[in-house]
C-alpha cells in the first residue's frame, strides 16, 4: 500500500479548548412524537451462523427515472453490504473483503453514503456507493446500475482499486491496532472520513483509476477537540477507555451550503465547513456534556458522575446517525439521540431545534432502539413514500432468536413524521 501523504493539516488542538457554541434555543415542544414504519428488512445477526453481520448505517439510492425501484444500502460490519427494496425485501449481500494475511483484521463496513455521477476511467458516469472500511483503512467503492435496480436483480459491483491505500495508516500493523477508518459522509466526490477512538476528521478525494476502478487521495485532517473548559473553571474529559478519545461516527454533508455536520457521540454535534478549514461549531451538546464519569476496570463501563447542569437538552449519549431532509433550500438535520431511542429535529438553515420523535413498534415493524445510523430523502418514491422516506438503524431487532444479536432497518413515510411532529 502506498504511504499516504496529506496535503494539509488542520489541528485543534485537544488540550483545553473553547468551542464556539449557539446559545440554546427552546424546542417548539418538549413533547416525544411517536411514529411506526411502513416496513422493515430482515434480522441480521452478530454470530457465524448469521455472517457476523450487525447493521449500522443506511443509504438510500433514488432512481432517475424510477423511483418506485429506488434502492437501500446498508451496512453489517463483518458482514458486509445488503441492498433492500422499498418493501424490505433482501436483494443483494456483498461479503466485506477477508483479511490481507493471516494474523490481520477483516473487512468491517461501517458507514456508507452515496456519490451520483461520478466519471469512471471509461468515460462513463456511475453513482457509486462509498463505505468506510474499518477493519482495513480503506474505503470500499461500489457502482450502481440502474437497469438492474429497476428489474428487481443485484444492483451493486465492487469498482475499489485494489491499490487503495490506507485512510489514517502507514503499515498494516497500525491498522490492526483499529484506530482507522469510521464514520464517512460524501461531498460529491470529496469523502469526509472520521478516524475510530481520536478526534480525527479526514477529508479524501475519489480518483477514477484504471479499467474503470475507483481510488482516493488524501487532502487534508482536522482534529475536533477532546477535552472542554466548563463554566465553573474545571476541565471536562469525556470518561472512556484508558488511552481512548471521544471519537465522531455520525456525519453528514449539506451539500448545497458546503457545511458538514459531525456527531461526536459523548460531546454533541458540531457543525463546520465541509472542507475542513475554518473553525467548528459546536451547535448542540448531549445531556452529559460536562458529567465527570469515572471509567471503572472491572467493568469497562463508566460510572457515572454527578449532574452540574452543563449538558443539553435534545440528546442523550450517544449523539449518532445524522441526514438532511433537503427541501429546496429548506429543509431539516435529524439526529439519533441514541441513549433515550429518540430522533431530534433541527432546522437546516438556523440550527434551532424543532422536535423530537421515535419509532415506536406498530402493525407493521417494530421499533426501532439504540439507533446508530439513518438516512432520509425528501424525493417522491412512489405510491408508497410519495412524500419521502426516511430509514434508520434498529440497534435491538425483535422478535429476536434466543439470546443472538440482531439488527434491522425500518423503513419510515415520511408523512408519518411530519404528521407526528407538525413538520412539513
Known amino acids: 500500500m502506498p504511504v499516504r501523504a496529506f496535503l494539509s493539516t488542520v489541528l485543534l488542538l485537544v488540550t483545553p479548548f473553547s468551542p464556539v457554541t449557539q446559545p440554546v434555543t427552546e424546542p417548539v415542544t418538549e413533547k416525544v412524537a411517536v411514529v411506526t414504519a411502513s416496513a422493515e428488512t430482515p434480522a441480521l445477526y452478530d454470530d457465524e451462523a448469521g455472517g457476523n453481520a450487525n447493521g449500522d448505517d443506511p443509504a438510500i439510492w433514488v432512481h432517475p427515472t424510477r423511483p418506485d425501484s429506488s434502492v437501500v444500502i446498508t451496512t453489517a460490519k463483518e458482514g458486509g453490504l445488503y441492498v433492500y427494496s422499498l418493501s424490505g425485501a433482501q436483494l443483494q449481500h456483498l461479503p466485506a473483503p477477508p483479511p490481507p494475511g493471516p494474523g490481520h483484521e477483516p473487512g468491517r463496513l461501517n458507514n456508507v453514503d452515496l456519490v451520483p455521477g461520478f466519471r469512471l476511467s ?20 461500489y457502482a450502481v446500475d440502474p437497469v438492474a435496480a429497476a428489474a428487481g436483480r443485484p444492483p451493486l459491483t465492487d469498482v475499489t482499486d485494489p491499490s487503495a491505500p490506507f485512510v489514517f495508516h502507514t503499515t498494516q500493523e497500525e491498522v490492526d491496532a483499529a484506530r482507522t477508518a469510521y464514520g464517512l459522509a460524501a461531498d460529491g466526490a470529496d469523502i469526509v472520513v472520521s478516524r475510530r477512538h481520536r478526534t480525527t476528521l479526514g477529508l479524501l478525494r475519489l480518483v477514477a483509476a484504471p479499467g474503470g476502478r475507483v481510488t482516493y487521495r488524501n487532502v487534508r485532517t482536522l482534529d475536533l477537540p477532546a477535552a472542554f473548559p466548563l463554566p465553573d473553571g474545571a476541565t471536562w474529559t469525556p470518561c472512556a477507555e484508558p488511552g481512548e478519545l471521544p471519537q465522531v461516527e455520525g456525519m453528514v454533508v449539506d451539500r448545497a451550503r458546503g457545511v458538514l455536520y459531525a456527531a461526536q457521540e459523548d460531546v454533541g454535534i458540531w457543525r463546520l465547513r465541509a472542507d475542513l478549514t475554518g473553525r467548528p461549531v459546536l451547535m448542540d451538546k448531549v445531556r452529559e456534556y460536562g458529567r465527570q464519569d469515572t471509567y471503572d476496570p472491572a467493568t469497562e463501563e463508566c460510572a457515572p458522575g454527578p449532574d452540574r447542569g452543563f449538558g443539553g437538552r435534545h440528546l442523550s449519549a450517544d449523539a449518532e446517525g445524522l441526514t438532511i431532509f433537503e427541501d429546496g433550500r429548506d429543509g431539516y438535520l435529524l439526529a439519533s439521540s441514541q441513549g433515550d431511542d429518540t430522533f431530534s429535529v433541527y432546522d437546516r438553515g438556523d440550527g434551532r431545534h424543532l422536535a423530537r420523535f421515535r419509532v415506536a413498534p406498530g402493525r407493521r415493524a417494530d421499533g426501532a432502539e439504540v439507533s446508530d445510523g439513518s438516512a ?3 424525493a417522491p418514491l412512489g405510491a408508497a413514500y410519495p412524500a419521502g422516506l426516511l430509514v434508520v438503524h434498529d440497534g435491538a431487532e425483535t422478535p429476536g432468536d434466543g439470546d443472538r444479536e440482531a439488527t434491522g432497518f425500518k423503513l419510515v413515510d415520511w408523512r408519518a413524521v411530519a404528521g407526528a411532529t407538525g413538520l412539513r
Open 376 to 378: 432520509v430523502t425528501s
Open 122 to 141: 471509461t468515460g462513463v458516469r456511475a453513482d457509486l456507493a462509498v463505505a468506510s472500511d474499518r477493519g482495513r483503512d480503506q474505503l470500499r467503492v
